[in-house]
């Protein structure tokens, strides 16, 4: 019953830019963490960006400067804002989130979104 929904991916140009939000949505009794991931073709998937639920962010180096993760604790929601997009910076992006359901969970589990498409034309 827990559904990660996101939105706002597409096709852009380089040096454009695109912004993913996803909101976390079922019975959730806290979120630990939230960010995302993405997956080009022929590779592994890689974390983008992370952020906790106290705000402390994690970036790839890959796109340090360019992105700017953040979130919207109340609606379980996380952005990410990617500028000066890049041919390479073309994946599918995941949403990911690490969360507490009960209260008597003591770790989160992991859910991931069902993944959207940043295609980036030179």
């Known amino acids: 019953q827990v559904q990660l929904v996101e939105s706002g991916g597409g096709l852009v140009q380089a040096g454009g830019s695109l912004r993913l939000s996803c909101a976390a949505s079922?019975?959730?009794?806290?979120?630990?963490?939230m960010g995302w991931y993405r997956q080009a073709p022929g590779k592994q998937r890689e974390l983008v960006a992370t952020?906790?639920?106290?705000?402390?962010?994690n970036y790839a180096d890959s796109v340090k400067g360019r992105f700017t993760i953040s979130r919207d604790n109340a609606k379980n929601t996380v952005y990410l804002q990617m500028n000066s997009l890049k041919p390479e910076d073309t994946a599918v992006y995941y949403c990911?989130?690490?969360?507490?359901?009960?209260?008597?969970?003591?770790?989160?589990?992991?859910?991931w979104g069902q993944g959207t498409q940043v295609t980036v034309s030179s």
């Open positions: 079922g019975r959730i009794f806290s979120v630990n963490a």
């Open positions: 952020i906790t639920s106290g705000g402390s962010t």
């Open positions: 990911n989130a690490d969360l507490r359901l009960y209260y008597f969970d003591y770790v989160g589990k992991n859910y």
